[in-house]
T-cell receptor, first 110, second 112 residues
């Protein structure tokens, strides 16, 4: 059973600090990795994707991938109260199936 | 540009009834996905289409579930007969690539 694991949280971070969200996956053949943000009662929205080992930056967001450790993370710099949401990690395995983690709830403290 | 449109937004029905959920993808998107989200199981792929053809329906729970995409601008997910354990939020998503990019607002389904 291929799995994508995330800490459910809530992760509480002071406003202006860096929020670090982590995700591990079991399928070593995985090639593509995605982060979605989901506000309470709303639908998921794609915010980042990464295919290669290393870092990928987009504004305040940085995705980090370490395939050897089967680990992907999302860093949010200068956290804002509007960043409070559930963050879903999704992994596309070697069989092209996309599996979502159950998400980490992030709470930015004003 | 209109996003993915789902209807109805909420559905409450009794066990045993037929339920039909509808989705209009973003124009020009070749991929359409149906997902189900619950607290216990998270977001699960039920089925996805490419150019109106079902590609992977391995996530469809059982024969009570069926999905169709008769044309590029419309898809349905049908549950017959419905059961209380089908209660969930059902999302439709469309994309230009084989991963979900744009989700609809979802249908919150309650089976009593």
């Amino acid at each position: 059973q291929k799995e994508v694991e995330q800490n459910s949280g809530p992760l509480s971070v002071p406003e202006g600090a860096i929020a670090s969200l982590n995700c591990t996956y079991s399928d070593r053949g995985s090639q593509s990795f995605f982060w979605y943000r989901q506000y309470s009662g709303k639908s998921p929205e794609l915010i980042m994707f990464i295919y290669s080992n290393g870092d990928k930056e987009d504004g305040r967001f940085t995705a980090q991938l370490n395939k050897a450790s089967q680990y992907v993370s999302l860093l949010i710099r200068d956290s804002q109260p509007s960043d409070s949401a559930t963050y879903l990690c999704a992994v596309k395995g070697g069989d092209d199936k996309i599996i979502f983690g159950k998400g980490t709830r992030l709470h930015i403290l004003p | 540009d209109a996003g993915v449109i789902q209807s109805p937004r909420h559905e409450v029905t009794e066990m045993g009834q037929e339920v039909t959920l509808r989705c209009k993808p973003i124009s020009g998107h070749d991929y359409l996905f149906w997902y189900r989200q619950t607290m216990m199981r998270g977001l699960e792929l039920l089925i996805y289409f490419n150019n109106n053809v079902p590609i992977d329906d391995s996530g469809m729970p059982e024969d009570r579930f069926s999905a169709k995409m008769p044309n590029a601008s419309f898809s349905t997910l049908k549950i017959q007969p419905s059961e209380p354990r089908d209660s969930a939020v059902y999302f439709c998503a469309s994309s230009l690539v084989p991963q979900p990019q744009h989700f609809g607002d979802g249908t919150r389904l309650s089976i009593l």
